[in-house]
């Protein structure tokens, strides 16, 4: 008779195994599709009934956390499930179709500057966001980035705290106390080595990891200065950019002072001079032309940004399938911006209208759409994630064309291309199923890179989708007028916040057609 862990999980094959358990490929019996699904076995490293309590606590403790920040982002496994079975512990997640990045070097060699580039773009706005709530993730390494196969983005997994929790012991004290230190020889820094890991870590080992995917060299195979203790490493990478080797050389500085302070710093280091976030999907821009009137002289208000409104009165964002802004006043009238589509990586912001600066406790203004909050008042703030291939960076004001642009002479094209009301529609369901990532990838690269809207990138996104509002009411849209390559949509909106609060909003989105992928992208809201 076959065995199943825990009556349900079907073990495919063995994974990988260690000092604290195994790691099993299974199928989830009870699931419709017998779908995939990691299961990690783990057992403290004493069998002691004196500690077992404790452990057992910090293991549910780590696990919540875990499903918090599967749930916030689709660049970390989702945790479906923990159980403990004969006194061991079991985590259950998502299967990641993909590859390790050590595998991709196997594969391929030593990666080029520009993809190291985006993946640590990609990366950087996920471990700010993993520092924000308070968590270290102490054993970034190749063999933990994942590339997942069907979007390419890289997938940070098997965080530490869950093999410190079952490295707990009881001192001679009587005390409990973790007696391993987690991480990587190479990859972590002295101070995490002796067992004081700080933010600053992770950051270290980004930059160890990015120096094996552009050198094939680890961390072992390189010298370091006796004097100073800083890796030596410039003359193993060819044709490598001086800004990339500074910001590499601040992230793996000897001493924690010297580094970057924050990852936020460090993806701002990298962006100077470069396409901020570049679409995981070139963007084509539309033919050159005089852009209609509807789309030039729109005010942007949200209810995460300050109380001001920005000192030009006209915003024009450009293009691109967005997040959202929804700026609301209470007792008068409620103006919530909107914005939505398709578009690349983590974390940005939004506005706040000018007569109202909303509270965490009071949402009265939701952010657009396309924009989550983040903003200087307690308000929502959106991410903006790191996006895979660069693009030439869109112009602030950049024309579009008139409503005598020609029309698609294919019908195939006609038949194919799905009407601008879809594509808003789709857009929400994109955040109601909580794939964020996705929804943040229908921004255009300058909607995305705006500050004042996004400040934070992807973490404001997320931050404000994923930690602010539970769903989104789509209860009617209508088109307002279209051409060939751009198209005015009107929405009527609720959200459900997840104070219990409903923020109703009446939304104009301006789209603009992306021939290249065949997709609307939002260009502005209002």
């Not at 991709?104 to 520009?114: C, D």
């Not at 196969?149 to 093999?163: E, K, W």
Request: aromatic share 8%; net charge negative.
């Amino acid at each position: 008779m076959e065995t199943l862990l825990n009556n349900r999980y079907r073990v495919i094959r063995t994974l990988g195994n260690g000092g604290f358990g195994e790691t099993f490929l299974a199928e989830d019996t009870q699931m419709p599709s017998n779908r995939c699904c990691v299961i990690k076995q783990l057992r403290p490293i004493q069998n002691n009934p004196q500690i077992y309590q404790l452990v057992q606590e910090r293991f549910k403790r780590e696990a919540a956390i875990l499903e918090d920040l599967g749930g916030a982002t689709k660049q970390i496994p989702t945790l479906y499930a923990y159980f403990q079975l004969d006194g061991q512990f079991y985590l259950v997640q998502e299967w990641i179709e993909g590859d390790t990045l050590t595998q991709k070097v196997h594969q391929q060699g030593a990666l080029s500057e520009n993809a190291v580039r985006e993946i640590l773009i990609s990366l950087l706005p996920i471990t700010e966001y993993v520092h924000s709530q308070g968590i270290i993730h102490r054993d970034i390494k190749p063999d933990n980035i994942i590339l997942r196969h069907r979007d390419r983005q890289p997938v940070l997994i098997d965080f530490g705290a869950i093999r410190e929790t079952m490295g707990t012991v009881v001192n001679s004290q009587g005390n409990p106390t973790s007696s391993i230190v987690i991480g990587t020889p190479g990859y972590m820094p002295s101070e995490q080595a002796a067992g004081r890991p700080l933010y600053s870590s992770d950051l270290y080992s980004l930059g160890v990891t990015a120096i094996y995917l552009l050198t094939l060299k680890q961390p072992q195979e390189l010298e370091t200065d006796s004097s100073t203790g800083e890796i030596i490493w410039h003359q193993h990478a060819v044709n490598l950019s001086q800004k990339m080797m500074q910001v590499i050389d601040r992230a793996i500085a000897y001493h924690p002072r010297d580094r970057f302070s924050t990852a936020k710093e460090m993806l701002e280091a990298l962006q100077v001079g470069t396409v901020t976030f570049p679409p995981t999907v070139p963007y084509i821009q539309p033919p050159v032309g005089t852009a209609p009137a509807t789309l030039q002289n729109t005010v942007a208000l949200s209810p995460g940004a300050s109380s001001q409104p920005d000192p030009q009165n006209s915003r024009h964002r450009e293009v691109f399938l967005p997040s959202l802004i929804v700026g609301a006043l209470i007792g008068g009238s409620i103006i919530i911006g909107f914005a939505l589509s398709r578009s690349p990586q983590p974390v940005e912001q939004s506005r706040v209208s000018p007569e109202s600066s909303p509270s965490r406790d009071q949402v009265q203004d939701p952010p657009t759409p396309a924009q989550s909050p983040v903003s200087t008042t307690p308000e929502p703030t959106t991410v903006q994630e790191p996006q895979e291939q660069e693009v030439s960076p869109v112009p602030v004001r950049s024309p579009f064309p008139t409503q005598s642009a020609e029309l698609p002479t294919s019908t195939q094209s006609q038949i194919d291309r799905p009407t601008p009301e879809q594509a808003v529609q789709n857009y929400f369901e994109t955040i109601n199923k909580r794939d964020f990532q996705t929804g943040w990838n229908q921004l255009s690269p300058n909607y995305q890179n705006n500050k004042a809207l996004h400040p934070d990138g992807y973490l404001s996104y997320i931050d404000w989708w994923g930690g602010k509002v539970q769903s989104v009411n789509v209860e009617q849209v209508s088109l307002v007028e279209a051409t060939a390559q751009t198209a005015t949509v009107n929405a009527n909106i609720r959200y459900l916040m997840k104070t219990g609060k409903v923020v109703p909003a009446s939304v104009s989105f301006f789209l603009l057609w992306d021939a290249q992928n065949s997709r609307w992208v939002v260009s502005d809201t209002k």
